[in-house]
């Protein structure tokens, strides 16, 4: 008899018919002897709607306030899968957050798992139950309700799968699997049937949320393996798993983007050692993290520009810290948030070489200018205009052979 997680994301639960087809996909397994968790995100569109309800009300709504009212999407959705399971026969029950508990650690809406108590629910799923697990949220340690991040359920799903020590963790989504890129936007796409944790990481940091990141540096801290799967199709999903055992024909697995981003430059910075410290140290300890940078070479020996890229939401936020900062002299300060991160991700791309080259040419070829470039590993990113995104994303999922 094999332990199970389920995980079934907002579009699987998006309405009462969905989430009656998603208790028909537990039960399905159950028949097949298995011990099973489920864990279920929000309805689709419920945890934005929340957001909104909130601003509406303040756009600096409490934090604690957010996650009480953000972490009620789960619950409703526990509460009906338990209800729905029960009413085809299946012996099932919601626990939420605190029955459990789930322990959290960290901010509200940035938390993350450290711990749960099993207790219960393997005393349930020994009697031959179904426990039903809201996403995206936990306790922490002074008793407060927190979340953990957007797409945290994924978060969840792998964290369950870790302390309830279970053989697997599927992940139901609205797509037959991870894709060489996002499926809906680009019809193109190919369905990945396995991929490194690395590769996923990268892929999900840079844009693609069909695995929330932390989730997957979870798994692969612990080597959890994941499947990711349709709720609607019985196609076979895809499989992250560590790397050993995957054949790189290719040196690019996968093309992301992401409208996260702003670009902020600093025309004629002071060129003296210490000044990129004093520039970025005030941003750090104000929790805004740098992406990437790039300092120009200066032409006079006195001055140069620097550029750096940060969450467009902190964009304002940057902006008056560094006008604050009386120690750092500059003519220009420009900024431009209506950018885009498009990224190219592949294992294949350590022992390839001319791959940086062929990316770079095939965006000219469709006169796309470059306006930041990073590199890793098996990773190169780059910041364009964001009218761009689309036509970048199609050439590059092209010329590295992925249509
Ligand atoms: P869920 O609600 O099930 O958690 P998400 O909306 O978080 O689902 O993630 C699934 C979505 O991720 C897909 O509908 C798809 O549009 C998007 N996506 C982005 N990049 C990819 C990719 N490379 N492969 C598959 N889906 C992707
Ligand atoms: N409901 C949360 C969100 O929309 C968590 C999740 O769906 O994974 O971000
Ligand atoms: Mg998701």
Known sequence: MAKKVLKFGGTSVGSIDRIEHAANIVKREQLNGDKIIVIVSAMAGKTNELIKHSQLISKEFDKRELDVLLSTGEQVTSALMAGALNKIGVKSKSWMNWQIPILTDGEHSNSRIINMNVEKIEKFLSDGGIAVIPGFQGI??????????????????????????????????????VHSTDPNKIPVAKKIDKISYEE???????????????????????????????TFTDRKGTEIFSKESI???KSVTGVAYSKDDAKITLIGVEDKPGVAADIFE?????????????????????TTDLTFTIKREDLTKTLNILKDNNRIKFKELNSNDKVSKVSIVGAGMVTAPGV?????????????????ISTSEIKISVIINEVDTLNAVKKLHTIFDLD
């Open 140 to 177: 922490s340690k002074s008793g407060d309700i927190t979340s953990i991040g957007r797409g945290g359920s994924d978060a969840t799903a792998v964290a369950v799968a870790k302390i309830f020590n279970t053989d697997s963790c599927e992940i139901y989504t609205d797509v037959d699997g």
């Open 200 to 230: 996923m990481l990268e892929l999900s940091s840079v844009g693609a949320k069909v695995m929330q990141s932390s989730a997957v540096q979870t798994a692969m801290m612990y080597d959890i393996p994941l499947q990711v799967r349709s």
């Open 356 to 372: 940086t080259y062929k990316m770079f040419r095939a965006l000219a070829k469709v006169n796309i200018n470059i306006l930041a």
């Open 282 to 302: 005030p941003l750090g300890k104000k929790q805004i993290n740098v992406d990437m940078v790039i300092q120009n070479i200066s032409s006079d020996g006195k």
């Open 247 to 249: 054949d790189y024909s």
